[in-house]
């Protein structure tokens, strides 16, 4: 079992920056896929991006390509989320998700998830 935790969120203003981690327990988080989702008030949970379990494949939405940044960290059993230009339609809590195998954008891949951050970001 794997359990996960993220934390960093907070209000920002729009143009800034914000960075997320979610922390991994229970096993290593080695030869895990994980993710980055997030979900707004009345709208469907939605992938942002993702990275394979040595790191070196990273996808991302159209929406957040260019602006947002994962990374991870494996010796810290740690994932990231670098966040920069926020807009307004960035807010959401964010969900960070773990899966064995491949990389995937669909929800219902994956096994483990957190508990999510709100992000707020004003105008």
């Known amino acids: 079992q794997v359990q996960l935790v993220e934390s960093g969120g907070g209000l920002v203003q729009a143009g800034g920056s914000l960075r997320l981690s979610c922390a991994a327990s229970?096993?290593?988080?080695?030869?895990?896929?994980m993710s980055w989702f997030r979900q707004a008030p009345g709208k469907e949970r939605e992938f942002v991006t993702t990275i394979s379990a040595n790191g070196v494949i990273r996808n991302y939405s159209n929406s957040v390509a260019g602006r947002f940044t994962i990374s991870r960290d494996n010796a810290k059993n740690t994932m990231y989320l670098q966040m920069e230009s926020l807009r307004p339609e960035d807010t959401a809590v964010y969900y960070c998700?773990?899966?064995?195998?491949?990389?995937?954008?669909?929800?219902?891949?994956?096994?483990?998830w957190g508990q999510g951050t709100q992000v707020t970001v004003s105008s």
């Open positions: 229970g096993r290593a988080i080695n030869n895990f896929a």
């Open positions: 998700a773990a899966k064995g195998g491949g990389t995937s954008r669909n929800t219902g891949s994956y096994d483990y």
